[in-house]
Nanobody, 114 residues
């Protein structure tokens, strides 16, 4: 069993910041990729950011320069620092890791609204 537990979502005003965190526990083998996806109702889940074991990062163009992903391999955590948030960043954010299989968190709501 592998469990991903996200935290840090919530309501924030446009221009504000939030930090999402995800802790991976259970039967953990080597985690190659850790990342964050997001989804809105009626739309597909899309990549926000991901980071490899050797810390190569990839960002969606819409968040590049505003979001920063980081990982702590000792504690099996991945974080997403989100700055200059926009209303279009509103979504459910999902933690994602790749080991021998792919695993997802349960999702955390981020709402950007005044």
């Amino acid at each position: 069993q592998v469990e991903l537990v996200e935290s840090g979502g919530g309501l924030v005003q446009p221009g504000g910041s939030l930090r999402l965190s995800c802790v991976v526990s259970g039967r953990i083998s080597s985690i190659s990729v850790m990342g964050w996806y997001r989804k809105n109702p009626g739309k597909q889940r899309t990549l926000v950011a991901e980071i490899t074991t050797d810390e190569r990062v990839k960002y969606a163009p819409s968040v590049a320069g505003r979001f920063t992903i980081s990982r702590d391999n000792t504690n099996n955590t991945v974080s997403l620092q989100m700055n200059s948030l926009l209303p279009e960043d509103t979504a459910v954010y999902y933690c994602h890791v790749v080991m021998l299989d792919r695993y997802w968190g349960q999702g955390t709501q981020v709402t950007v609204s005044s």
